[in-house]
T-cell receptor, first 113, second 112 residues
Framework: GESVGLHLPTLSVQEGDNSIINCAYSNSASDYFIWYKQESGKGPQFIIDIRSNMDKRQGQRVTVLLNKTVKHLSLQIAATQPGDSAVYFC????????????FGGGTRLMVKP | EAQVTQNPRYLITVTGKKLTVTCSQN?????MSWYRQDPGLGLRQIYYSMNVEVTDKGDVPEGYKVSRKEKRNFPLILESPSPNQTSLYFCASSVGRNTEAFFGQGTRLTVV
């Protein structure tokens, strides 16, 4: 079946640098995408979302880019901080599903001081 | 404080002994769902509910039951747990279908 996936399982960056986490999705019927952050021992925490009628959305230090042509989603974190160290998941909801939030496998972000 | 509360946080049980993991949200959300998280498999949806008395299967519903008798509660029931149901379970709720989901802190279940 169709699924959400990630390119890199682990990303290591220097504190203060920008981070880019990528995600490829295969379901062209998806119309809503979310990035979640999961710290050790905690549940996933919402970071930012984007709908399919947009190609970019910015939050505080984070930006999500959506390229529907190549079915690619990315999360950019500016000035990465030690507190950003976590596992990041992209998730999608197809427009033909009730509430089928489908998650990718996750990317671990490690921030070096 | 707006939150999703799961209980228990940790549970060790034996094969075949029925158990229930409770989930409660105080945000008056319509949508609630259950996920399991396993290494290498990520988060997979077990069941979801779009409103009271409305539930539907997710990706991996086998071996699980749910109920939605009240808006705030969405318990996950394992009638006869097996070792392959050892996992980390998360409950989530959201206002609607295309809105962010709020997750509970998780329940780590071990079936021996």
């Amino acid at each position: 079946g169709e699924s959400v996936g990630l390119h890199l399982p682990t990303l290591s960056v220097q504190e203060g640098d920008n981070s880019i986490i990528n995600c490829a999705y295969s379901n062209s019927a998806s119309d809503y995408f979310i990035w979640y952050k999961q710290e050790s021992g905690k549940g996933p925490q919402f970071i930012i979302d984007i709908r399919s009628n947009m190609d970019k959305r910015q939050g505080q230090r984070v930006t999500v880019l959506l390229n529907k042509t190549v079915k690619h989603l990315s999360l950019q974190i500016a000035a990465t901080q030690p507190g950003d160290s976590a596992v990041y998941f992209c998730a999608e909801i197809p427009n033909n599903a009730g509430n089928m939030l489908t998650f990718g496998g996750g990317t671990r972000l490690m921030v070096k001081p | 404080e707006a939150q999703v509360t799961q209980n228990p946080r940790y549970l060790i049980t034996v094969t075949g002994k029925k158990l229930t993991v409770t989930c409660s949200q105080n945000m008056n959300h319509e949508y609630m769902s259950w996920y399991r998280q396993d290494p290498g498999l990520g988060l997979r949806q077990i069941y979801y509910s779009m409103n009271v008395e409305v539930t539907d299967k997710g990706d991996v519903p086998e071996g699980y039951k749910v109920s939605r008798k009240e808006k705030r509660n969405f318990p996950l029931i394992l009638e006869s747990p097996s070792p392959n149901q050892t996992s980390l379970y998360f409950c989530a709720s959201s206002v609607g279908r295309n809105t962010e989901a709020f997750f509970g802190q998780g329940t780590r279940l071990t079936v021996v």
